[in-house]
């Protein structure tokens, strides 16, 4: 999948654009397919969402193709088609990346301690809905990636569904835009008359603005939870092990981070000291 976005990255900004080409191809076939172009469209999707193919190219094209035929209505039924085509695709990719990647991807993480990861994961789980809806609403954190990565993590599968409610506005948007195209010629060359600067400048406010405020919230939430992972670490090390003093005035480290005692109350270490016949430790508190 990686590899699919990577190509498709290259070939529209330094390759010779003819998967972009191919794409619109596609777009101008669902505008030839009349009324299944809605069925269609929402299928293409699915499988473009796993693959990782970005969905913009297709929700301005369907806005087109829809509008031209159905009128303003036609913005409603593009809207349905890549709502549920995304979703399903998303929902696909998810449960790939749960229980295909996920125990590949966390032991690599523990082996390689990396805090920051942790802590994301923890929010991930914790501010799961929350989380959904900021990293959709940014239109510049491709979907088809946090699909995988939401399954790796500890998102819960509703939140991931509650929050791809996080996808309706840039898909209403590019609906709109696709419905004020002259042609689909217009959603590859990015033209489309003399409105397209201020759809640009729109676009560019709105994306600029969630991805402030995204950042603004992932991070907090990431913060508290490395706080909290810090925490963990710290009491960690203090319960690992404690002196105890023993009957000649000397002092004894006694491993307590395992947590088991014996019936009365000992860890295996201070159960030892009976067994032996010596004295036992006491614990002292000051």
């Known amino acids: 999948m990686l590899s699919v ?9 330094f390759g010779p654009h003819v998967v972009w080409d191919d ?4 777009n101008k076939w669902i505008e030839r397919s009349g009324d299944k172009g809605i069925v269609y469209l929402a299928v293409m999707l699915i499988f473009l969402t796993l693959l990782g193919v970005p969905a913009t190219i297709f929700i301005i094209g369907g806005g087109f193709a829809f509008s031209e035929r159905y009128g303003k209505l036609g913005i409603l039924y593009n809207f349905l088609a890549c709502y ?7 929902c696909c990719a998810f449960f790939l990346g749960r229980y295909f990647f996920r125990r590949t991807v966390r032991a690599y993480i523990r ?6 990861v942790r802590a994301i994961d923890i929010a991930m789980k914790r501010e799961g809905t929350k989380m959904a809806i900021l990293l959709r609403i940014v239109p510049y954190i491709p979907w088809n990636v946090f699909n995988y990565i ?19 506005p840039w898909i209403i948007i590019c609906s ?6 002259n042609s689909l010629d217009e959603a590859a060359s990015g033209t489309s008359g003399g409105s397209n600067d ?23 939430y990431a913060r508290n939870a490395l706080e909290e992972i810090k925490d963990e670490e710290r009491m960690s090390r203090i319960s ?20 088991m005692r014996s019936e009365g109350g000992m860890t295996k270490s201070e159960e030892g000291y009976w067994k032996e016949g010596q004295a036992a430790p006491l614990i002292q508190n000051v």
Do not use: H
Request: a positive charge; proline letters at 0%; one cysteine or more.
């Open 5 to 13: 976005f990577a190509y498709l990255v290259y070939d529209t900004f």
């Open 23 to 26: 794409l619109l191809e596609l």
């Open 84 to 90: 549920v085509g995304c979703t399903i695709g998303g």
């Open 111 to 116: 082996k390689k301690k990396m805090r920051i």
């Open 150 to 168: 939401a399954g790796v993590t500890g998102m819960r599968f509703y939140s991931y569904l509650i929050g791809s409610i996080g996808a309706w």
């Open 176 to 181: 709109f835009i696709g419905s004020g195209l």
């Open 198 to 220: 201020k759809t640009n400048t729109i676009l560019l406010i709105v994306g600029l603005s969630s991805t402030i405020i995204t950042t603004v919230l992932v991070s907090r």
């Open 240 to 259: 690992e092990s404690s002196f105890v003093f023993t009957e000649d005035g000397g002092s004894r480290q006694v491993s307590t981070a395992s947590g």
